[in-house]
Structures are given as C-alpha cells and as structure tokens.
C-alpha cells in the first residue's frame, strides 16, 4: 500500500476494507521523507524500496491527480471511488466505485516470455 497517511491510518483502512491480508508492507509518509504523492520522487523512492516494475504493477488510487505520475512511469492505473465512473482523464484505465469488489473480481494478467 502506497498512501500519504501514517502507517497506523493505513492498517486502520485495510483492517475495514477486509483486504489487509492482500498488501505485503506499507510505503507512508514518512518512507517518503514527508515528501506526498504525487511527487514524481516519491513515486520512484516506493518502486525501488519495493523493487517493484511499474509496467508489471497497478495502482489503485481515489484521487485523479495521483495516477498521473503512475501511469507515466508505465502502471496500469485504477481510479476508486463514487466519482470514478464520471472521469475523462485519459491516463486512467479503469474506474471502480469500491475497491473490494474490483479486487475480488480481477485476474491477473498473462505475460507472454
């Protein structure tokens, strides 16, 4: 989980979403030196703790302007939330209303050697 919140926050919303058990760690605030998404640094600091292919990778995010830098380093980018369905922006490729059901319902992508 990448978020601009603390780490005790995160594990809050995970615990309420009933999807904690599907995130290894959580990259916050402050393992981005304070320095908040959408910061293009902040972006790479996760990728490389995490060792983490950003064209392998998908980021779910419920603020429009927080995918951009995503999509730009290559993710496939999923915007969340009540006003998902009604955004244009075009470097966003999907749009959910709740996260859960979207990760219940997704399969993984085949990659060809």
Do not use: C, W
């Not at 996760?46 to 064209?55: C, N």
């Not at 392998?56 to 980018?77: C, H, I, Q, W, Y």
């Amino acid at each position: 989980m990448f978020t601009n919140g603390d780490d005790k926050h995160a594990r809050r919303v995970l615990d309420r979403l009933g999807i904690a058990g599907r995130f290894d760690d959580i990259f916050h605030l402050a393992s981005g030196d304070y320095i908040p998404k959408p910061a293009p640094e902040t972006f790479r600091r996760m990728l490389d703790k995490h060792r983490v292919d950003p064209l392998t990778a998908v980021f779910f995010e419920d603020s429009e302007r927080n995918l951009k830098p995503a999509a730009d380093l290559g993710m496939t980018t999923v915007l969340v939330g009540p006003e998902a369905a009604a955004s244009t922006a075009p470097f966003i490729q999907y749009r959910t209303h709740k996260l859960p059901p979207f990760l219940n319902s997704a399969r993984l992508k085949e990659t060809r050697p």
